[in-house]
């Protein structure tokens, strides 16, 4: 990681240029109240694009004397960094793309976190006021725009993949490019980054002049997986429920690359609500995809889904091996069938709000050792609640592996325990044997893979 650093006073950029009295005070406040931390956190990881790194912790070590203060203005107001990496620079001037990031980061913590100490009879537990919330959140991102014809397919993946999975996801992107179809993904590298690269070409070909590079994240993984440049519409969601839910109901179709424990914990998601009983007629394309070497990856996939929650899941997706244009092409046809289906029920196309998503899906899950502990990991539940549990266990993997928090628990108190029913826990252990072999949970090159769980099944206790 590079160490060379700058300090620099930086204007706004297209996303927030004003700030009231209350907003600047709380982002000034160091306490565990204020908003401080959360946005040197967030602003850093901005900055960080471009560098190989997958450890938020030790981002924040390596920058531990990076600060980022408020500098009111009398037409507005402008950051002061002090000992920023000096990669977001070029002869002294910050690339455009990230000061974008940089403000929309601004907006984001400020936007979700004046809402619900404003919003009347804001409740934080009841569905309705958490949909209405990321709802908001997109809206003043600018991301929902009225009068656009459905186009917006997610790309989910690993940010750790190999070179020729990610010419792939690229090669996939410009299919979708030359149909006219945006892009949505996490923002960050791998397999986040490829679709969007391939679309800007497909784009360019066909002059389509309005691409849009939608990045959706939040502020546990920002550091782990920083925007990658061709983001052009950057989002910070509070957490990654709400990032989750963010993905489904602003997108018209998913597409999946192979990827490790986070791209198996949207995949849970996905089919946890897809499987719910409400929205067995809604139409919503999914495909899995890769080269042909990754035949066996995505099998293992699917034995795992048809194993943990049965036939009905596999029939939420299909599975397209080195395809391109095929992909592209069953994308298209999905979304217009999306299209349809939301005319006739008068639903928005810029918001899906038929989508039922069951509040277990919704409610903030905490990754930490007696939580993950006491994860309901059997099938003797109702399928929707299987693949939320299993969803969770992968999140707190995910902790342990990138987030700062999860890696300081991991360090202090051992690997998270995940303990249950053999036949749904030796194929997830199995699965994630896999992903190691596979490098699918660190980034080549950085530090060696050291796990951040331990499997307990009810034969080893």
């Known amino acids: 990681m590079s160490q060379v650093k700058m300090n620099a006073l930086v204007s706004p950029e297209g996303s927030l240029e004003i700030l009231s009295n ?23 990881a901005v900055l960080n694009t471009g560098v190989e790194t997958d450890d938020c912790k030790d981002l924040m070590e390596a920058h531990a004397d990076f600060d980022v203060r408020l500098v009111p203005q009398p ?87 190999s070179r020729e999975e990610y010419v792939y996801s690229k090669d996939v992107g410009h299919e979708l490019g030359l149909r006219g179809l945006s892009i949505c ?17 497909g784009h360019a070909k066909q002059r389509v002049k309005n691409g849009r590079y939608i990045g959706l994240t939040e502020p546990g993984i920002i550091g782990a997986e920083a925007p990658n440049p061709i983001v052009n519409e950057l989002v910070i969601m509070p957490d990654i429920e709400k990032r989750l839910e963010a993905f489904v109901r602003a997108g018209h179709g998913i597409i999946v690359f192979p990827g490790g424990v986070g791209t198996a914990e949207e995949i849970l998601y996905l089919l946890g609500i897809l499987l719910h009983p409400d929205n067995i007629d809604l139409p919503f394309p999914v495909v899995f995809t890769g080269l ?42 999905g979304i217009a069938e999306v299209e349809t289906f939301r005319r006739a029920m008068q639903d928005a196309y810029y918001f899906n709000w038929m989508l039922k998503i069951d509040p277990v899906f919704q409610l903030p899950f905490e990754p930490d050792h007696a939580n993950m502990r006491a994860l309901e990991l059997h099938k003797n539940q109702p399928v929707h609640m299987v693949a939320a549990n299993l969803r969770k266990a992968f999140s707190g993997i995910v902790a342990g592996n990138v987030k700062a928090q999860g890696i300081r628990q991991v360090q202090e108190k051992g690997p998270f325990e995940i303990s249950g029913d053999p036949t749904l826990l030796k194929p997830l252990e199995a699965m994630l044997e896999a992903f190691v072999k596979q490098n699918r949970m660190k980034l080549p090159g950085t530090s060696a893979y050291k796990p951040s769980y331990r499997i307990i099944t009810a034969e080893k206790v």
């Open 22 to 44: 209350h907003e600047v005070n709380r982002l000034k406040d160091r306490s565990e109240g204020g908003l401080y931390q959360l946005f040197r956190q967030c602003a850093l």
């Open 75 to 161: 037409r507005g107001l402008k950051l002061e960094l002090i000992n920023a990496p000096a990669s977001a620079f070029v002869d002294g001037e910050m690339l455009r793309a990230i000061r974008e990031h940089l403000f929309s980061v601004l907006r984001d913590i400020v936007y979700s976190n004046s809402i619900p100490t404003t919003a009347a009879g804001f409740n934080r537990q009841e569905p309705a006021d958490i949909t209405n919330l990321i709802f908001h959140i997109l809206r003043n991102a600018r991301v929902l725009q009225a009068g656009r014809q459905p186009d917006m397919v997610v790309c989910w993946g690993g940010h750790s993949i």
């Open 185 to 201: 993904t996490g923002c960050g590298p791998g397999a986040m980054k490829g679709p969007m690269k391939g679309a800007t070409i």
């Open 292 to 333: 042909p070497e990754n035949a066996e990856y995505f099998h293992m996939i699917d034995e795992f889904i048809r194993n943990a929650l049965g036939e009905k899941a596999a029939e939420k997706y299909e599975i397209i091996i080195n395809d391109p244009a095929r992909v592209a092409q069953t994308m298209k046809t």
